[in-house]
């Protein structure tokens, strides 16, 4: 600043050198005078400045004077030559009040329950709800936080709430609360073994997605964590019946291995997780699972590879009921032979980089199945040729076809009678030939015998006696409840296998089911035949998982 000279010595302004500021002043004069079109005496109103300053005004008015005029001098060159200037503000986008969460539904089955979802703000919030019978917690916060909702038991019809999130500054987002009744309980979802082996997904570093199939007999929902928003997506947040959404995820620039979780939850309250974990660039292997439980009947399963180089899996010489039966860059298919033992058994399997140490290892386990069927308190009657109760149908003017010791039907199931005591051997069946038994059709005809199980999991097998009619409704089941359920309602069962028509001689078909309490279950077969339809079975066995 020209105008203000400060004193080395002193704290105190020296009398100041005019010179330069009477030179801008001319500039300033002649501004003055073009702008207002008159001419003005320039060297005269200078002096007379001069001299009424020195002589009128002290040194400290003349430190005040300096500064009003330096003030008024730069306030008029900015107001002729620098107006249009931009003006520097804030950014008012990084001040803008963010607020999301991580599912818009969540499902619950009629049993009292809890979830969670996220929320992802830059500001305050606060949770309302509009029913009592769920709540939420915590009703407020700040910030990214996890939020719990909790539902009461439900004992009449399917019901929804809302959660409703609303931040300081008015933004809302609502989560819908939907949860089921005893009579919904029975859903059923799946996740297509071909797309998401053992519910688990393994990437590269590279940018890529995986299309994931479902097999339902209800809505369905698709949820992730909000920390994966990122780097991690899904094309579809719900569905209704059979479906697909595919899985997507960016590419992995760093030397880190991600991972999250993708949810697939059913309107019964089935939770299907899919693990999703990605290398990145430097050395490294992942599979998608660190444990694989085998059936003991034997199966092939197929381990999702991500690795940075190539791999090899190494399998213990002296196991040989596992062995390698294909292999590409991104998946291994292990072939896993029936336990014919009594024992479970296991190996360790080492998936490793061939150019270095970096290796990942899978745990697989085999048990082994037990024949329960003679055990005390369980089945009787189970192999051909079947004990004969009383007879029901006269063939030819003999009995032909009897009742089954020990075997339980309906009405329908029973009207034709179950064993055939003249042709096949004494085979158990159910059976319509137009006009020949009491009944020439058979609609939800039951055939079960009952026993009481203990917590644990168990196999029902049902080999074929051979039958080559066709257009017949016939499973195996297993189920709880009063009887066998109707074909309609098939899905309540534990376990249900539909019969194929023709069924070949030898043709075994199983159900699996687990218990976890001891629970009174009904086994044997449901069905519907017409016109000249039969379906023969030569024994039946019942299994325990050791």
Excluded at 9 to 25: H, I, K, T, V, W
Excluded at 171 to 183: A, G, H
């Amino acid at each position: 600043m020209p105008f203000l000279i400060r004193s080395r010595e002193s704290s105190r302004f020296s009398a100041p050198d005019f010179s330069l500021f009477f030179s801008f002043l001319k500039i300033t004069i002649k501004m003055i005078d073009i702008q207002q079109h008159r001419t003005i005496n320039q060297n005269l109103i200078i002096q007379n400045i001069r001299n009424n300053i020195n002589n009128i005004f002290a040194k400290s008015i003349l430190q005040l004077c300096n500064i009003l005029l330096f003030a008024l001098f730069v306030t008029f060159i900015i107001s002729f030559g620098c107006k249009g200037g931009p003006e520097e503000t804030d950014d008012p986008a990084s001040t803008e009040e963010t607020l999301d969460v991580s599912v818009s539904l969540l499902i619950f089955g009629k049993d009292a329950a809890e979830q969670t979802f996220n929320i992802t703000s830059n500001a305050q919030w606060a949770i309302t709800k509009d029913d009592d019978w769920l709540s939420a917690s915590p009703l407020s916060g700040e910030g990214d936080l996890a939020i719990t909702v909790s539902v009461q038991d439900n004992n009449g019809v399917v019901r929804e709430g809302s959660v409703i999130v609303t931040s300081q500054g008015g933004l809302n987002k609502t989560v819908t609360i939907r949860q089921t009744n005893e009579l919904v309980q029975h859903s059923m979802l799946e996740l297509d073994v071909n797309t998401v082996a053992l519910s688990s997904i393994s990437f590269g570093a590279a940018a890529a997605n995986h299309n994931i199939v479902i097999a339902s007999n209800s809505r369905w929902i698709v949820s992730r964590p909000g920390n994966a928003a990122a780097w991690l997506s899904i094309s579809a947040e719900r569905g209704d019946g059979n479906g697909s959404f595919t899985i997507s995820v960016n590419e992995n620039a760093t030397t880190d291995i991600r991972s999250s979780t993708v949810t697939v939850t059913s309107e019964g309250g089935i939770s299907r997780p899919i693990q999703v974990r990605q290398v990145g660039t430097a050395p490294a292997i992942v599979i998608n699972r660190d444990a694989i439980t085998a059936s003991p009947d034997g199966e092939d399963i197929t381990v999702s590879v991500a690795a940075t180089r190539a791999w090899t899996p190494h399998i213990p010489a002296g196991d040989g009921w596992v062995t390698l039966k294909s292999q590409t860059a991104t998946q291994a298919v292990l072939a896993v032979a029936p336990n014919t033992g009594v024992e479970t058994r296991s190996t360790e399997i080492v998936f490793k980089l061939d150019e270095n140490n970096i290796q990942e290892t899978i745990r697989l386990t085999q048990h082994a199945w037990h024949n329960i069927t003679h055990d005390a308190g369980m089945l009787r009657n189970v192999k051909k040729p079947f004990t004969v109760g009383n007879y029901s149908v006269l063939i030819s003017g003999s009995p032909r076809y009897f009742d089954a010791l020990h075997w339980t039907t309906n009405n329908t199931g029973g009207a034709n009678g179950n064993v055939d005591a003249t042709t096949g051997g004494g085979r158990l069946l159910l059976w319509v030939w137009d006009s020949s038994g009491n009944l020439s059709t058979i609609t939800n005809g039951k055939l079960y015998q009952t026993v009481t199980l203990e917590a644990g999991s168990y196999k029902f097998d049902a080999i074929s006696d051979g039958s080559n009619s066709s257009g017949y409704t016939v499973y195996v089941v297993a189920a709880t409840g009063a009887e066998l359920p109707n074909i309609a309602d098939i899905q309540s069962a534990l376990a249900s296998q539909q019969i194929p028509a023709p069924f070949p001689a030898g043709t075994r078909l199983s159900v699996e089911f687990s218990l976890t309490a001891t629970t009174q279950v009904h086994l044997g077969f449901v069905g519907t035949l017409s016109g000249q339809q039969q379906v023969y079975f030569d024994e039946v066995q019942l299994w325990k998982l050791r």
